[in-house]
């Protein structure tokens, strides 16, 4: 198994500019999510999903698009990016969505440049 | 208002010391809560508490849930320099249908040879 694969690893982009970070699992896991992370403020939830074609907002959803066509696939989109976006993104998955002892997986990372 | 905070936000030690890292929490409806460490990349996990009182170990690293005071630390002995990371504590909140999972701010652990 893979595991959790996100592309790219690195993206500079500039001020109104979209583009999707590419997040994978090939664990059958039903639970899979967006995270960002910002130099002392820990993880925060983007966006989630609990199976295909189900998805919910988390803490700081506002600029991001996400879909769940797949039980593999959940990419982010970037509408019109921003520098407040500049950020190192996280992509998770874990096996079933409510249930407390599992574990959650993480991808390795994008890190995201807004100029 | 953070749900999860971690303390301290940063410390320094040398090789051989003893540390502990605390998490405290408010969530809506907790279940369960988990330790990660993180280097210069993804969060990986080291333990999920779910019982009051109950210590999980694992070689030097151990942790204690209390959920009464509804806290948790993460006890490092005989520190070494690859202990060297920020170790992230979440909180598994199963107040709505969903369930998430939020994070504290993390703790920057440094181990000087």
């Known amino acids: 198994n893979a595991g959790v694969t996100q592309t790219p690893k690195f993206q500079v982009l500039k001020t109104g500019q979209s583009m999707t970070l590419q997040c994978a699992q090939d664990m059958n896991h039903e639970y899979m999510s967006w995270y960002r992370q910002d130099p002392g403020m820990g993880l925060r939830l983007i966006h989630y999903?609990?199976?295909?074609?189900?998805?919910d907002q988390g803490e700081v959803p506002n600029g991001y698009n996400v879909s769940r066509s797949t039980t593999e696939d959940f990419p982010l989109r970037l509408l019109s990016a921003a520098p407040s976006q500049t950020s190192v993104y996280f992509c998770a998955s874990k096996l079933i969505a409510g249930v407390v002892n599992n574990e959650q997986f993480f991808g390795p990372g994008t890190r995201l440049t807004v100029l | 208002e953070d749900k999860v905070v971690q303390s301290p936000l940063s410390l320094v030690v040398h090789e051989g010391d003893t540390v502990t890292l605390n998490c405290s929490y408010e969530?809506?409806?907790?279940?369960?809560l988990l330790w990660y460490k993180q280097e210069k990349k993804a969060p990986t996990f080291l333990f999920m508490l779910t019982s009051s009182g109950i210590e999980k170990k694992s070689g030097r690293l151990s942790s204690i849930l209390d959920k009464k005071e509804l806290f948790s630390i993460l006890n490092i002995t005989a520190t070494q320099t690859g202990d060297s990371a920020v170790y992230l504590c979440?909180?598994?909140?199963?107040?709505?249908?969903?369930?998430?999972?939020?994070f504290g701010r993390g703790t920057q652990l440094t181990v000087w040879p």
């Open positions: 969530v809506t409806n907790f279940r369960s």
């Open positions: 999903s609990v199976g295909a074609g189900i998805t």
């Open positions: 979440a909180v598994f909140d199963r107040g709505s249908t969903l369930g998430r999972l939020y």
